[in-house]
């Protein structure tokens, strides 16, 4: 194959690892190039769906990231967002968010996690 496409399942070698050396999720970079950074907490635009009640401040979600399943939590809910505009709404810091809300979520992974992360903006 010349090009994978969205939802193909890659595979490739690495000289001098084993498969016991690399996990589910693992991101590959070039070193020299824009290398892959890790990270222990994120700002995420957040949008409830099919949740009973309200989320709160220390809410303790799995998130799923590439094929990993990450544990988080959380520490700040900065702003109610317009699902349709991406903007911030008026009111500073909500105290909970639920079920058709969109906010920006400053999140912090549990169990010491640290993942790479690339902005989105760098790789569109």
């Avoid at 700040?76 to 349709?84: A, C, G, T, V, Y």
């Amino acid at each position: 194959f010349a090009q994978a496409i969205p939802g193909d399942n890659v595979g490739f070698n690495v000289r001098n690892l084993t498969v016991k050396d690399i996990k589910r999720g693992n991101v590959v970079s070039d070193a020299k190039n824009q290398p892959a950074v890790g990270c222990e907490d994120f700002t995420a635009q957040v949008i409830v769906m099919n949740h009973p009640g309200q989320i709160r401040k220390g809410y303790t979600p799995v998130l799923d990231c590439h094929t990993s399943h990450i544990a988080c939590k959380f520490e700040e809910l900065l702003s109610k967002i317009d699902r349709r505009t991406g903007k911030s709404m008026e009111g500073g810091e909500p105290e909970y968010i639920k079920n058709g809300d969109s906010a920006l979520v400053k999140m912090s992974l549990i169990l010491g996690e640290i993942r790479n992360h690339m902005e989105f903006e760098d790789y569109t």
